[in-house]
């Protein structure tokens, strides 16, 4: 064999080796999600647990025992509360068993079956809040105001990946409807809307129009991890809040069964 072919094969060798390496690292970092794709469950066995105060931020959170769909991802809800009401044994194709906990948020909208390393003792954080007062109906601050964060969100078909986002610098009076305007303009993505005012409803973000990926779907938005009832164009932000817009399926996606 020419020294040319043995030099080839020895460094394909070595890319074969190293790609295996960086592979099984990935696997090692995301284990969770790396089973539930590759390897099939074959039986779950469910056991009653006591109900106890739980936090996220980070994981998937399955509709099904069978870890089938993701509804949710436990980066959304790093300051809401989660507790525990049964724990499935779930064992896979792979001969291996993996514990998996079904919860549900503080206010159970939120619910699902989580891998049990992903699960904190205790509530979840609350959001840090300003010096300044302020609520729903208005905006009292009297002293430096921080940004408002704002997140877009996609489906989470296709990874829940993030559309756009950027922190807001606001005026007295801002809603979530101008924030995000503000962003759309700062980012160049269009947005679609009806109504004014108090009554605006987003219909579309960057393309995803209400309704088109199913039946009931459309955009909704949580504010410092809680959906809430009024309009975007109704709730004004205070400083600090962390707006997310998520990107609903149909009926009971992402916690959502409007």
Do not use: C
């Amino acid at each position: 064999m020419k020294a040319s072919k043995v030099i080839k094969f020895a460094v394909v060798g070595m890319l074969t080796v190293f790609g295996f390496v960086g592979a099984a690292t990935v696997i090692s970092n995301h284990a969770e999600i790396a089973h539930a794709k590759t390897t099939k469950v074959v039986k779950v066995s469910y056991s009653k647990i006591s109900k106890k105060a739980y936090h996220v931020t980070n994981g998937s959170f399955y509709s099904t025992s069978h870890l089938t769909k993701v509804n949710h991802y436990g980066k959304n809800y790093k300051h809401t509360t989660f507790y525990s009401y049964k724990k499935a044994t779930i064992k896979k194709s792979n001969h291996k068993s993996y514990s998996y906990v079904y919860v549900k948020s503080s206010d159970k909208k939120v619910s699902g079956w989580i891998w049990h390393s992903y699960l904190k003792s205790g509530k979840a954080p609350a959001v840090k809040k300003s010096s300044s007062t302020s609520s729903k109906s208005g905006n009292t601050n009297t002293g430096v105001t921080k940004p408002v964060t704002v997140k877009i969100y996609g489906p989470i078909s296709t990874g829940n990946k993030v559309i756009a986002s950027g922190n807001i610098s606001y005026k007295k009076g801002a809603t979530v409807f101008s924030v995000l305007q503000t962003l759309s303009k700062q980012k160049g993505f269009k947005i679609g809307y009806s109504g004014s005012g108090s009554s605006a409803y987003i219909t579309m973000i960057n393309g995803k129009y209400a309704g088109s990926g199913g039946a009931g779907g459309g955009w909704l938005y949580s504010v410092n991890g809680t959906y809430s009832s009024y309009s975007a164009g109704a709730y004004k932000v205070k400083s600090g809040d962390v707006v997310q817009w998520v990107w609903t399926q149909g009926s009971g996606d992402r916690g959502w069964n409007g």
